[in-house]
């Protein structure tokens, strides 16, 4: 069974703090997902990434994919109530399945 | 543009009903796919369409009738659907199969 492990499953922080998401797999990825959901919504993609030690930054999110491309971190610099959401990481394999992570359901206290 | 639409947005349905979701894309993307999501859980993937044909059925029961009438478009049929069928219904897709998959909004689904 090939498997995403996502911690922490939950977190609660106050406005302004740093936190860090992880996702890990003994598999290795073609390509990794993050995703944010909001409750009765569908995931939103926030990133992709391909390449093994690849780094992305998107405002003050910053996703990096390991380099032999079974692992990934969300990075979410100084925290605002508007990042409140369910975060939820996929890793691609070359056929068509996605293999998720349990997500992580985040939630910013101003 | 990274569109999905999906109707309805909620759909309440008994257990004799038929109804059908709906789902639509105008990237050009070639797969298309359904997943099913529960309370606090990951979708779990129910079926996907490469190039208008079903490749994969996740043992889907046979409640549950997909169909791609063109490369836009794809429809999900429901008949006598129980109580635990309840869920989040999404559509996605992807430019080909294994690349990145946008998800629609979901069809919010009660089975009575």
């Known amino acids: 069974t090939q498997l995403l492990e996502q911690s922490p499953q939950f977190l609660s922080i106050q406005e302004g703090e740093n936190l860090t998401v992880y996702c890990n797999s003994s598999s290795v990825f073609s390509s990794l997902q993050w995703y944010r959901q909001e409750p009765g919504e569908g995931p939103v993609l926030l990133v992709t990434?391909?390449?093994g030690g690849e780094v992305k930054k998107l405002k003050r999110l910053t996703f990096q994919f390991g380099d032999a491309r079974k692992d990934s971190s969300l990075h979410i610099t100084a925290a605002q109530p508007g990042d409140t959401g369910l975060y939820l990481c996929?890793?691609?394999?070359?056929?068509?399945?996605?293999?998720w992570g349990a997500g992580t359901k985040l939630i910013i206290k101003p | 543009d990274t569109e999905v639409t999906q109707t309805p947005k909620h759909l309440v349905m008994g257990m004799t009903n038929k109804k059908s979701l709906k789902c639509e894309q105008h990237m050009g993307h070639r797969a298309m796919y359904w997943y099913k999501q529960k309370a606090k859980k990951p979708p779990e993937l129910m079926f996907v369409y490469s190039y208008e044909k079903l490749s994969i059925n996740e043992s889907v029961p046979s409640r549950f009738s997909p169909e791609c009438p063109n490369s836009s478009l794809l429809n999900l049929h429901l008949h006598a659907l129980q109580p635990e069928d309840s869920a989040l219904y999404l559509c996605?897709?992807?430019?080909?199969?294994?690349?990145?998959?946008?998800f629609g909004p979901g069809t919010r689904l009660l089975v009575l």
């Open positions: 990434v391909v390449t």
């Open positions: 996605a897709s992807s430019q080909d199969r294994g690349q990145t998959q946008y």
């Open positions: 996929a890793g691609a394999h070359s056929n068509y399945q996605l293999i």
